[in-house]
């Protein structure tokens, strides 16, 4: 099945600074890669999410990028916000199946 | 659109009672759904695939005896946690699917189990 790897598991960026993270997979057959926000206690918000078939997606301060050679894509959010912090996980599946989560990442924006 | 929810949100019980868990779908209907837990400070671990009208897909590691799943209709899919211990304690999120779209999952609010 499905097996996700997620770096950093803990990153702390000034406000204004970029933030990348990323994450591999390992079934050459899934083709879904969304990323998702959370906070303590609710459910995962969907941020942003890409399909094999591009290579990068970008919706204003969020990008992700996919190299589906490699197996691996990553979240990109420039000028962070306070507002930003929180705990963001990477998934990846295909049609049918569930999605499987990386083990997150948890973002910390100081002011 | 694509609303999903879960009741009760939150649910304190004693140890070896058993708790109901439901999803539903709001305004789409779901052939699939999907029960996931969440520990504190973890990710979300997939426990089951529950298909309407079938019997679940457990994952490994979970016992289907003791997390019974009941998908009897096309908006409303249960967990049940039988013999509820405190190590079953934990964030439990449904999630469902459309038909639309075999790939993007729609997530509940989640469901606060603790168990003295």
Redesign the interface.
Known sequence: GENVEQHPSTLSVQEGDSAVIKCTYSDSAS??F?WYKQEL????Q?II?I?SNVGEKKDQRIAVTLNKTAKHFSLHITETQPEDSAVY?CAA????T???????TTLSVSS | GAVVSQHPSRVICKSGTSVKIECRSLDFQATTMFWYRQFPKQSLMLMATSNEGSKATYEQGVEKDKFLINHASLTLSTLTVTSAHPEDSSFYICSARTGRSQETQYFGPGTRLLVL
Do not use: S, T
Not at chain 1, 93 to 96: D, T, V
Not at chain 1, 98 to 104: E, P, R, S
């Open positions: 083709n879904y969304p206690g609710k459910r995962p969907l999410d399909r996980f599946n295909q049609a049918g569930a999605l499987i989560f990386g083990k997150g």
